[in-house]
């Protein structure tokens, strides 16, 4: 306490420290918030299922996806990262995730939607195993805080098939 | 700053900070408002800075008495002298 610098030094670092404390109690107050999200999704269309040159099939599908993640965001909420993944077994892996759709919502007004699209990445299989395949449709999404650990879940949405021949 | 006045900002700062820090906390909970509990927090530090750093005349209530000038010149300081030292070491 002996000149400015001292007396400035000590209440900066009190002042940071004491930020860091009020972070840790924000994200932990994350805990306690209820949390409902729903998702439902459906297949409008097959619109093409082809084999491609080097030999892995490929399929493109049209998308009906309603979810209401609203419940997902708190006070200590940036954002919400939400994708689509097709999920399904083959001889040569165990589990095969494929990316459909993903998007970022950046505030809770947006995180009631409802979108029809076509897959925005390819669903590209390793091999020619899909014909006649059944797969889940899963909704995943990662809740990214302001501060404190990101955390992720998801809705698991099962009875999809793809048909049994190419068109 | 006085001694005192030294012990009173300290104490003044840890106290400040920390009443800013919960106000901030539970209006921005209540509020449920992130940018709020900063803007507030952030606040809090910038009143503490201005009452607790600069040289205010309350932290100097109790002055060090500082020993007067001429007590001093009573007792000169000694003076030093080369060559005596020169032989001290040269016994030991």
């Not at chain 1, 990445?121 to 805080?145: A, C, E, S």
Request: charged share 15%; aromatic share 12%.
């Amino acid at each position: 306490m002996h000149s400015f610098g001292y007396r400035a030094n000590a209440l900066l670092t009190f002042a940071v420290t004491i930020l860091a404390f009020i972070c840790a109690i924000a994200s932990f107050s994350d805990k306690f918030s209820n949390q409902t999200p729903s998702a439902q999704i459906q297949i409008l269309n097959i619109n093409w299922f082809q084999k491609q040159p080097h030999g892995n099939d490929e399929v493109s599908l049209t998308l009906n996806v309603t979810a209401d993640l609203q419940s997902l965001f708190t006070w200590n909420t940036k954002q919400v990262f939400a994708f689509v993944a097709a999920e399904y077994e083959t001889s040569k892996n165990a589990l095969n995730q494929v990316s459909l759709w993903d998007a970022i919502i950046p505030e809770k007004e947006h995180a009631k939607f409802w979108i029809q699209i076509s897959n925005k990445y390819r669903f590209i299989d390793q091999g020619h195993n899909l014909r006649g395949k059944d797969f889940n449709l899963t909704l995943h999404w990662h809740v990214m805080p302001k501060t404190g650990k990101m955390f992720a879940d998801k809705i698991v949405m099962s009875g999809y098939q793809l048909p049994n021949a190419y068109r | 700053m006085d001694w005192q006045g030294q012990k009173l900002a300290e104490q003044l700062m840890q106290i400040l900070l920390l009443i800013a820090a919960v106000m901030a906390f539970v209006v921005g909970y209540a509020t449920a408002s992130f940018r709020t509990m900063m803007l507030i927090y952030a606040g809090g530090v910038v009143l503490t800075t201005l009452i607790t750093i600069p040289n205010w005349p309350c932290f100097n209530r109790h002055p060090l008495k500082w020993l007067d000038p001429s007590e001093a010149e009573k007792y000169p300081k000694p003076e030093v002298v080369a060559v005596s030292s020169k032989k001290k070491s040269s016994k030991k």
